[in-house]
Nanobody
Framework: VTLVESGGGSVQAGGSLKLSCAAS????????MDWFRQAPGKEREWVGK???????????TYADSVKGRFTVSRDNAKNTAYLRMNYLKIEDTAVYYC??????WGQGTQVNVSS
């Protein structure tokens, strides 16, 4: 299984972006999906996750730094997870990564937030 992130880019503070994480196989549906980010000079930081289907019906959990602004979702029919980011802040600038099943990583997508 491979993961491919997309949707990154440059946006002004207060704006929104939606990242996608597409898996190459349907086994994706049985995996919990996590999103992480890594800013320059900082360690990789967990952002949020969504539980696997069908258990827990897509329960989501978030880091305090993004709670209320970011939303993780998934479309199992498309083998894709999403990270919707609203009210972006300059400190949200980072490379964003998705992770499936606790060990499979995507290549990352850059998000730049400017004032």
């Amino acid at each position: 299984v491979t993961l491919v992130e997309s949707g990154g880019g440059s946006v002004q503070a207060g704006g929104s972006l939606k990242l996608s994480c597409a898996a190459s196989r349907s086994t994706f549906t049985r995996c919990e999906m996590d999103w992480f980010r890594q800013a320059p000079g900082k360690e990789r930081e967990w952002v949020g996750k969504i539980s696997s289907a069908p258990r827990s019906a897509g329960t989501t959990t978030y880091a305090d730094s993004v709670k209320g602004r970011f939303t993780v979702s998934r479309d199992n029919a498309k083998n894709t997870a999403y990270l919707r980011m609203n009210y972006l802040k300059i400190e949200d600038t980072a490379v964003y990564y998705c992770r499936a099943c606790g060990f499979l990583w995507g290549q990352g997508t850059q998000v730049n937030v400017s004032s």
